[in-house]
Nanobody, 112 residues
Framework: QVQLVESGGGLVQPGGSLKLYCVAS????????LSWYRQPPGKGRELVAS????????TLADAVKGRFTISRDDDRNTLYLQMENLRPEDTAVYYC?????WGQGTQVTVSS
């Protein structure tokens, strides 16, 4: 059974940083493209960042380019999202995704 568990969210002031974690189990982690999505309050879910199997290539949404970094550690079955210079508009529930599997989400709130 595939399981994705996110952690690392919290409350941070504008300009602050957070690192999100997604630990996976139940499948061969290294074979899959992995993504982070987010869902702001009252809005739909949107793609934030993706990283290819093996980690050679990644993409970022325009809204987070230059501030967020996606990475993976296949030995630890872990996906990361390093978030810098956070803004109030980054407030959302952040989800880890692999194919049609989703984690439960972790809340990120950016507020003074």
């Amino acid at each position: 059974q595939v399981q994705l568990v996110e952690s690392g969210g919290g409350l941070v002031q504008p300009g602050g940083s957070l690192k999100l974690y997604c630990v996976a189990s139940g499948y061969t982690f290294s074979n899959y493209r992995l993504s982070w999505y987010r869902q702001p309050p009252g809005k739909g879910r949107e793609l934030v960042a993706s990283i290819s199997a093996g980690g050679a290539g990644s993409t970022l949404a325009d809204a987070v380019k230059g501030r967020f970094t996606i990475s993976r550690d296949d030995d630890r079955n872990t996906l990361y999202l390093q978030m810098e210079n956070l803004r109030p508009e980054d407030t959302a529930v952040y989800y880890c995704n692999m194919a049609d599997s989703w984690g439960q989400g972790t809340q990120v709130t950016v507020s003074s």
